[in-house]
């Protein structure tokens, strides 16, 4: 009977925490924790998945309250902070990781337990990995910062960090979001990952010639919008295009223009992203798409013209495979975000897969 009466008390206790937390009553999920041992609190787990209280203050983007958690625990209590992770094994860094704002959040857990940057979810995620498949690119600063002050033992050690197991880097998983200023910001910083393989041995620059709608070229406008975005264009060319999407928002209220405004910006990423890694892209001084018999597939040796029967375009449609992440978890299966392609293989050159997917800002 006392174990039944027990069950119950713990069973409204949580849901009563969980409610504050989700109504977000930063008194009321305090006030609860006068009926926990002093050794609980925000390392107290809630949920079936076993989330922590300090875990749901992060999810729900309660910065404030994250901070007055960490602020309860002593510090004899960091290294069950270190240890402290989820059922897939997301430790509240990871959780922390998935908002800009939270940067200040990051540090103090950081100041606590910083073997907490280094540490994997069930994907082999380590934080850093998290901030950049959610495109915060501040959080990403932040973390890469703090990564390149760690002493490892070796240099490979480091770029295991920026890798999950199934060999997917951060540079890799910016391109399948299409989080284009996220891509130039690693590729900047991480130069030896833009010639490096994920697990189908393609490179950044492989999966990016894969993907037509991440150009102007593979869009399709109408009269009204394409008329709209030349006009965005020469605007641009005279440096008032910042000044127009002030107005936009703030006086004219415009959604088109807003959003030809942000479209334009990602052509213009996913363009110069892509001269940045054929800058270093190996494989691209390997290109000779002369020397293979490619049937109705012709391309000239000094970026002429290329064309590619209609047959043909039929019959291989190239495109990047994305699982969206749940929101709570970000649970993806390690089989996700693959390029998929028909009659094609994955070792082909770059150069051979944007002329295959129709894309004249790479191969000119």
């Given at each position: 009977m006392a174990?039944?009466?027990?069950?119950?008390?713990?069973?409204?206790?949580?849901?009563?925490?969980?409610r504050a937390l989700m109504k977000k009553k930063p008194k009321d999920v305090l006030g609860c924790f006068k009926s926990l041992p002093d050794d609980e609190g925000p390392l107290y787990k809630i949920t079936i998945h076993k989330d922590t209280v300090l875990h749901m203050a992060c999810?729900?983007?309660?910065?404030?309250?994250?901070l007055e958690l960490l602020q309860l625990l002593p510090p004899s209590l960091n290294q069950r902070l270190a240890n402290t992770k989820n059922d897939v094994d997301n430790t509240i860094l990871h959780e922390v990781a998935t908002y800009n704002a939270m940067t200040d959040v990051a540090t103090e857990i950081l100041n606590r337990a910083p073997e907490l940057l280094t540490a994997r979810n069930i994907l082999g995620e380590t934080p850093l990995f998290r901030a950049?498949?959610?495109?915060?690119?501040?959080?990403?600063?932040?973390?890469?910062?703090?990564?390149?002050?760690?002493?490892?033992?070796?240099?490979?050690?480091?770029?295991?960090?920026?890798?999950?197991?199934?060999?997917?880097?951060?540079?890799?998983i910016s391109v399948f979001t299409e989080n284009f200023d996220m891509a130039l910001l690693i590729a900047e910083r991480y130069g030896d990952l833009i010639s490096a393989w994920d697990s189908n041995?393609?490179?950044?620059?492989?999966?990016?010639?894969?993907?037509?709608?991440?150009?102007?070229?593979?869009?399709?406008?109408?009269?009204?919008?394409?008329?709209?975005?030349s006009c965005i264009s020469n605007m641009a060319r005279g440096g008032q295009c910042q000044d127009?999407?002030?107005?936009?928002?703030?006086?004219?209220?415009?959604?088109?223009?807003?959003?030809?405004?942000?479209?334009?910006?990602?052509?213009?990423?996913?363009?110069?992203?892509?001269?940045?890694?054929?800058?270093s892209d190996t494989s691209w001084e390997a290109t000779n798409p002369q020397a293979v018999d490619r049937?109705?597939?012709?391309?000239?040796?000094?970026?002429?013209?290329?064309?590619?029967?209609?047959?043909?375009?039929?019959?291989?449609?190239?495109?990047?495979?994305?699982?969206?992440?749940?929101?709570?978890?970000?649970?993806?299966?390690?089989?996700?975000n693959r390029t998929r392609f028909n009659n094609i293989r994955n070792k082909e050159t770059p150069l051979f897969l944007a002329t295959m997917s129709g894309i004249p800002e790479i191969v000119d």
């Amino acid at each position: 009977m006392a174990d039944m009466d027990d069950a119950k008390r713990i069973h409204q206790l949580n849901g009563a925490l969980y409610r504050a937390l989700m109504k977000k009553k930063p008194k009321d999920v305090l006030g609860c924790f006068k009926s926990l041992p002093d050794d609980e609190g925000p390392l107290y787990k809630i949920t079936i998945h076993k989330d922590t209280v300090l875990h749901m203050a992060c999810y729900s983007k309660q910065r404030d309250l994250a901070l007055e958690l960490l602020q309860l625990l002593p510090p004899s209590l960091n290294q069950r902070l270190a240890n402290t992770k989820n059922d897939v094994d997301n430790t509240i860094l990871h959780e922390v990781a998935t908002y800009n704002a939270m940067t200040d959040v990051a540090t103090e857990i950081l100041n606590r337990a910083p073997e907490l940057l280094t540490a994997r979810n069930i994907l082999g995620e380590t934080p850093l990995f998290r901030a950049v498949r959610y495109g915060k690119d501040e959080m990403f600063k932040l973390l890469a910062e703090k990564l390149d002050r760690m002493d490892f033992e070796t240099e490979e050690d480091c770029k295991a960090c920026l890798r999950r197991n199934d060999g997917t880097t951060i540079l890799h998983i910016s391109v399948f979001t299409e989080n284009f200023d996220m891509a130039l910001l690693i590729a900047e910083r991480y130069g030896d990952l833009i010639s490096a393989w994920d697990s189908n041995q393609m490179t950044a620059l492989q999966h990016l010639a894969c993907c037509p709608s991440a150009f102007l070229s593979g869009c399709e406008h109408g009269h009204l919008r394409r008329f709209i975005y030349s006009c965005i264009s020469n605007m641009a060319r005279g440096g008032q295009c910042q000044d127009l999407k002030s107005d936009a928002k703030s006086r004219f209220r415009w959604p088109i223009w807003e959003a030809l405004l942000e479209e334009k910006h990602r052509y213009d990423a996913a363009r110069e992203l892509a001269s940045k890694l054929l800058e270093s892209d190996t494989s691209w001084e390997a290109t000779n798409p002369q020397a293979v018999d490619r049937g109705s597939i012709s391309v000239q040796e000094k970026g002429g013209d290329s064309s590619v029967s209609s047959k043909e375009k039929a019959k291989v449609d190239p495109f990047i495979a994305l699982q969206h992440p749940d929101d709570k978890k970000g649970k993806t299966s390690p089989k996700v975000n693959r390029t998929r392609f028909n009659n094609i293989r994955n070792k082909e050159t770059p150069l051979f897969l944007a002329t295959m997917s129709g894309i004249p800002e790479i191969v000119d």
